[in-house]
């Protein structure tokens, strides 16, 4: 069974810097892919970024530049620098694993965090 926590929302003022956490348990080969999303008010959640086990990413052209996604594999947590905060970027966050890459295509999300506000 897979549990993810995130943290590190907040409110900031426009451009500048937060980084959220996401604390991972019961992650298997099949929930190998991690990736961020984001859900603002009336509107759908979307992708923001992904990163499979040996690194490779993928961002949403609204973040490019922005935001960089990692993760330490040996600690379980997944991590989003969010630097340059636009008024745009306020949402919930959430993170998501997948066994598809990459998983912020919807749908491919199997287990999801509770959510972390972010408010620029």
């Known amino acids: 069974h897979v549990q993810l926590v995130e943290s590190g929302g907040g409110s900031v003022q426009a451009g500048g810097s937060l980084r959220l956490s996401c604390s991972a348990s019961?992650?298997?080969?099949?929930?190998?892919?991690m990736g961020w999303f984001r859900q603002a008010p009336g509107k759908e959640r979307e992708g923001v970024a992904a990163i499979d086990g040996a690194g490779i990413t993928t961002y949403a052209d609204s973040v490019k530049g922005r935001f960089t996604i990692s993760r330490d594999n040996a600690k379980n947590t997944l991590y989003l620098q969010m630097n340059n905060l636009k008024p745009e970027d306020t949402a919930m966050y959430y993170c998501?694993?997948?066994?598809?890459?990459?998983?912020?295509?919807?749908?491919?999300?199997?287990?999801w965090g509770q959510g972390t506000q972010v408010t620029v």
């Open positions: 019961g992650i298997t080969d099949s929930t190998y892919y």
């Open positions: 998501g694993a997948s066994g598809i890459w990459p998983c912020t295509v919807k749908g491919r999300v199997t287990s």
